[in-house]
């Protein structure tokens, strides 16, 4: 069973648009989430996070909104780079205990430019 | 602060050989934890360690272990190798917990 969903493999955007990733999850232990980004031969890097307090995280360019009631997160990207074009994945956690971080099936966000 | 390094970084290997890879934390950082990255199922969790115990487990099986040692530097064994065990090896290290943590280069194991 999957807790981390992205259920978009792949997304095209024309440079200077808005990306829009999504994320749902259906553990409702999980109360913090995060999203990472990765480029080919290299490990993924930590971008923004959210706790479950808060609905909306901003950082720069980069945006995560929390929709608990719908278990659902997105990142927002604006505007969007060539050079944001990578493998984005979600993940969460619960912070009752020492849990590992769970991880999304990735989106690979591609920037036209 | 150097990253976390993971050697080798390509492995080519045949299917029933064993293999051992191996991640060098971030100094000062005591968990650490080792991903499998194939393609479409995104990073899939195999094992945490934490001041060299097995803190958590993915649903792996026996085939794939690991250890920490005192230096917080830990390695993973898969034995028996598949094909399927071909994929990208991800080590990341954090502070104390799973939050934030900081990703290796990974290794990229090849089984034919």
């Known amino acids: 069973d999957q807790q981390v969903k992205q259920n978009s493999p792949s997304l095209s955007v024309q440079e200077g648009r808005i990306s829009i990733l999504n994320c749902d999850y259906t553990n409702s232990m999980f109360d913090y989430f995060l999203w990472y980004k990765k480029y080919p031969a290299e490990g993924p890097t930590f971008l923004i996070s959210?706790?479950?307090?808060?609905d909306k995280n901003e950082d720069g360019r980069f945006t995560v909104f929390l929709n608990k009631s719908a278990k659902h997160l997105s990142l927002h990207i604006v505007p969007s780079q060539p050079g944001d074009s990578a493998v984005y994945f979600c993940?969460?956690?619960?912070?009752?205990?020492?849990?590992?971080?769970?991880f999304g099936k990735g989106t690979r966000l591609s920037v036209i430019a | 602060k150097a990253g976390v390094t993971q050697t080798p970084r390509y492995l080519i290997k045949t299917r029933g050989q064993q293999v051992t890879l191996s991640c060098s934390p971030i100094?000062?950082?005591?968990?650490v934890s080792w991903y499998q990255q194939t393609p479409g199922q995104g990073l899939q969790f195999l094992f945490e360690y934490f001041s060299e115990t097995q803190r958590n487990k993915g649903n792996f099986p026996g085939r794939f272990s690991g250890r920490q040692f005192s230096n917080s530097r830990s390695e993973m064994n898969v034995s028996t190798l598949e094909l399927g065990d071909s994929a990208l090896y991800l080590c990341a290290s954090s502070a104390t917990s799973a939050y934030e943590q900081y990703f290796g280069p990974g290794t990229r194991l090849t089984v034919t």
């Open positions: 959210i706790s479950s307090i808060k």
């Open positions: 100094s000062g950082h005591r968990s």
């Open positions: 993940a969460a956690i619960s912070n009752s205990g020492n849990t590992p971080l769970v």
